[in-house]
C-alpha cells in the first residue's frame, strides 16, 4: 500500500477513533510515558503489507474488531465452572463474581452432555464430577438462585442436549420474572466438533443440524442479543490438532452454520452477528497471536466475499479463549500457573474478546476456591497491571508476527481447499494441484465456491469428479463426508502423533516432564466430588418427579414427538416441556426414539 492510502486510513481511524466510547484511565506506561491508542507505519512510508493489516476496526479486522481496542472496553473475564450439584456450583459463581468476573460460563458433568438424566445407569459414578447436574429446570433454578438472568451475560458449554438446556435456561428466567427477549448470553451448540474432536453427540449429524436451524430461526426472531452458537476451535485444538488445522476446522465449521442459516432463509447480515467462536490459547506465544489475528481476517473475507454480509457486525469475528487444558501437567503442577499466564498474554494480544484462564490443578481434578481464584487473579494481574489495555494490536506490523500471521492463513485456506473437494465443490485432484502450482490458496477457495453457486444456480455443469453434495451448502458437504470419512479424526491423530515423537526425540520439550525433573513441590490437595452428591441429586430428581405434573409432561413430551416427525420448529415444544419439569433424558430420550443415536466411523 503507498503512503497516501496508508494516511487516508490512519485518518479513517482517527474520525472512527474519536467517535468511539472509551474509558477513563491512565494509559501510559509504568514510568509515566505516554502511548498512542494505535502505531502504524511512519508517515510518508509505504508498507505493502497494509492491505493485510489494515487499522483497528477496519476490515480486514486483522488488528482488532474496534478502533479502540481495549481502550473502549477490555475483555470480559469468564471463569468456566460448574461441578457437583447446583447449590455448590451456585455459590462458585457468587464468588467468581464477587471477585471480579465479568460473566458465568457454565461446565456441565458427563451425564448431563450426553442428554442423560442422573439415575440412568450410564451415569453412575459421573454425576457432578466435570461439571455440574442439570436433571430439569429446577436444578437451573437452584443453579442461577439470586443471581439475576437479566443482568448477566451466561455462557453455556454444551452441544448433544444443548437445545433443551438452553429451553429449561429460558423457563428458569421466565421463573425469575425476566423478559427472555432481552436475555444475553451464549449457547455452543457447535455439533460439528463434537463428531470432530470431542465425542458428546446425541443423534447423527442431520437431526442435530435441524435443532441448531431451529435455534437460529428461534432466536433471531425471539431473542436477538443471544448467541445461539459458539463454534468451538478449543476441542478441536485439545485433541492434538495443529494451530493451523484448530483456525481451518473451526472456520469451516462457522461457515457450515452460515450455510445453514441461509438455508432457512435468514438475512446473513442480521444472524451472522449471533455467531461466537471459541479458541484455544497454547503455549507458543507468537503463533497462537497470528492464529487470532488470521481468524479475524479469514472470517471477514469469506463473510463479505462468499456469503455477501455487507455489514462490518456480519462480518467481525467475536471469540473468547481459554487456555489450553491440554498443556497442564501433573508434574510440578506451579509451573502450570507460568503456562496459564502466557497462554493467557497471548489471548490478550491476539484481541480475545472474553477470557478464561485455566486454574493449576485442572490437570488433576476440578479447582480448588484457591486455585480458581489464582486463576481469576491472573487475569487481574494482566488486566491492571501490565500496560496491556493501552494500545490495540501493540504487535501489529512487527515482521515474525504479521508473517506467521500470513503463514497460518495460507495453511488454513490449504485445508479449506481439501475440504470443498471432500464435498465435491472441487475434485480432489484440482484442489492439492492448485497447492502444488504455488497459487494462492484463498482466491482458489473463493473462486471454486463461487463456481459451485453459479452450478447450484443451473448455470454451469458441476465437476465431473464432484460427489453427491448436501443442499445446505458446499462447505457442509465437504464437513459432513469428513464426519462419515473418518478424514478429521485422522488428520487430528496424525498431528498428535507428530508431537508425542517430538517430545520422545526431545526436539520439544515439556519442563517437569521431558526435562528437569527433579522438585521440591509437595502433593496438592484436591477437591473430590463426594459419592454423596449423585445419591443427593438422584433422591432430588425422584421427589421432582413424584411431585409434578406427570399427565402435562406426558403431553409435553408427545407434542415433541410429533414435531420431530414432522418439519415444525422445535423449540416452543422442547420449551413447554421444560416448564412441566419434563427431564433432559425424557426429553432426549423421546428424540432418540425418532432420530436414532450415532456411531462414528474412525478413519484410521
Known amino acids: 500500500m503507498d503512503a497516501e492510502s496508508i494516511a487516508e486510513g490512519r485518518k479513517r481511524w482517527e474520525q472512527r477513533y474519536e467517535s468511539a466510547a472509551r474509558r477513563e484511565a491512565d494509559f501510559t506506561t509504568l514510568s509515566g510515558l505516554e502511548t498512542e491508542p494505535v502505531y502504524g507505519p511512519p508517515e510518508g512510508v509505504a508498507d505493502p503489507r497494509m492491505d493485510r493489516i489494515g487499522w483497528p476496526g477496519e476490515f480486514p479486522f486483522t488488528r482488532g474488531l474496534y478502533p479502540t481496542g481495549y481502550r473502549g472496553r477490555p475483555w470480559t473475564i469468564r471463569q468456566f465452572a460448574g461441578f457437583g450439584n447446583a447449590e455448590q456450583t451456585n455459590a462458585r459463581y457468587k464468588m467468581l463474581l464477587k471477585s471480579g468476573s465479568g460473566g458465568l460460563s457454565v461446565a456441565f458433568d458427563m451425564p448431563t452432555l450426553m442428554g442423560r438424566d442422573s439415575d440412568e445407569a450410564a451415569s453412575l459414578g459421573e454425576v457432578g464430577h466435570c461439571g455440574v447436574a442439570i436433571d430439569s429446570t429446577a436444578d437451573m433454578d437452584r443453579l442461577f438462585d439470586g443471581i439475576d438472568l437479566g443482568g448477566v451475560t451466561t455462557s453455556m458449554t454444551i452441544s448433544g442436549p444443548a437445545i433443551p438446556i438452553f429451553c429449561m435456561y429460558l423457563a428458569a428466567a421466565e421463573r425469575q420474572g425476566v423478559d427472555i427477549a432481552t436475555l444475553d448470553g451464549t449457547l455452543q451448540t457447535d455439533i460439528h466438533k463434537e463428531y470432530i474432536a470431542q465425542k458428546e453427540w446425541l443423534f447423527p449429524p442431520e437431526p442435530h ?27 478441536i485444538r485439545e485433541a492434538g490438532s495443529t494451530a493451523a488445522q484448530e483456525l481451518a476446522f473451526t472456520l469451516a465449521d462457522g461457515f457450515s452454520y452460515v450455510e445453514l442459516g441461509l438455508s432457512r432463509g435468514l438475512d446473513v447480515d442480521r ?15 507468537f ?49 502450570n500457573v507460568v503456562r496459564t499466564a502466557v497462554e493467557a498474554l497471548a489471548a490478550i494480544m491476539g484481541g ?56 497460518i492463513e495460507a495453511e488454513a485456506e490449504k485445508i479449506f481447499l481439501q475440504i470443498l473437494a471432500l464435498g465435491g465443490t472441487v475434485p480432489m485432484t484440482d484442489a492439492a494441484g492448485a497447492v502444488g502450482r504455488g497459487e494462492d490458496p484463498a482466491a482458489a477457495a473463493l473462486e471454486a465456491m463461487k463456481i459451485d453457486a453459479a452450478a447450484r444456480s443451473g448455470d454451469v455443469d458441476a465437476s465431473g469428479e464432484a460427489a453427491p453434495r448436501h443442499e445446505i451448502g458446499p462447505v457442509t458437504s465437504g464437513i459432513l463426508q469428513g464426519i462419515e470419512d473418518g478424514w478429521f479424526n485422522a488428520e487430528i491423530a496424525e498431528a498428535a502423533f507428530t508431537y508425542q515423537q517430538q ?34 441429586q438422584n433422591a432430588v430428581l425422584a421427589r421432582r418427579r413424584a411431585g409434578r405434573d406427570n399427565a402435562a409432561v406426558d403431553r409435553a413430551l408427545a407434542e415433541i414427538a410429533t414435531a420431530a416427525k414432522g418439519t415444525a420448529n422445535l423449540i416452543e415444544p422442547i420449551l413447554a416441556a421444560a416448564r412441566a419439569e419434563a427431564t433432559l433424558g425424557e426429553i432426549c430420550g423421546v428424540l432418540r426414539v425418532e432420530w436414532g443415536e450415532y456411531r462414528e466411523t474412525t478413519g484410521l
Not at 435441524?210 to 459458539?230: Q, T, V
Not at 463479505?304 to 497442564?328: C, E, I, K, N, P
Not at 493449576?360 to 480458581?372: C, G, H, I, K, M
Request: proline fraction near 4%; aromatic fraction near 10%; include cysteine.
Open 352 to 407: 480475545t474478546n472474553s477470557l478464561h484462564t485455566n486454574a493449576l490443578d485442572e490437570t488433576l481434578a476440578l479447582p480448588t476456591d484457591q486455585s480458581a481464584e489464582i486463576a481469576l487473579r491472573t487475569q487481574s494481574v494482566l488486566r491492571d497491571e501490565t500496560g496491556v489495555l493501552n494500545v490495540a494490536d501493540p504487535l501489529g506490523g512487527s515482521w515474525y508476527v504479521e508473517a506467521l500471521t500470513d503463514k
Open 503 to 536: 517430545l520422545e526425540d526431545g526436539t520439544k520439550h515439556i519442563v517437569g516432564v521431558t526435562e528437569l525433573h527433579d522438585t521440591v513441590t509437595p502433593d496438592l490437595e484436591i477437591l473430590r466430588i463426594s459419592g454423596d452428591v449423585e445419591r443427593e
Open 209 to 235: 443440524l435441524r435443532l441448531i436451524g431451529d435455534l437460529m430461526e428461534y432466536c433471531a426472531e425471539n431473542i436477538p442479543r443471544y448467541k445461539p452458537l459458539s463454534v468451538s476451535g478449543y476441542h
Open 287 to 335: 503463533e497462537e497471536i497470528a492464529k487470532f489475528r488470521a481468524a479475524r481476517r479469514i472470517w471477514a473475507r469469506w463473510l463479505r466475499d462468499v456469503y455477501g454480509a455487507t455489514t462490518d457486525r456480519a462480518q467481525w469475528l467475536r471469540f473468547h479463549t481459554q487456555t489450553a487444558g491440554v498443556s497442564l501437567t501433573a508434574q510440578q503442577p506451579y509451573n
Open 271 to 285: 444472524f451472522a452477528p449471533g455467531l461466537s467462536f471459541f479458541f484455544d490459547a497454547h503455549i507458543d506465544f
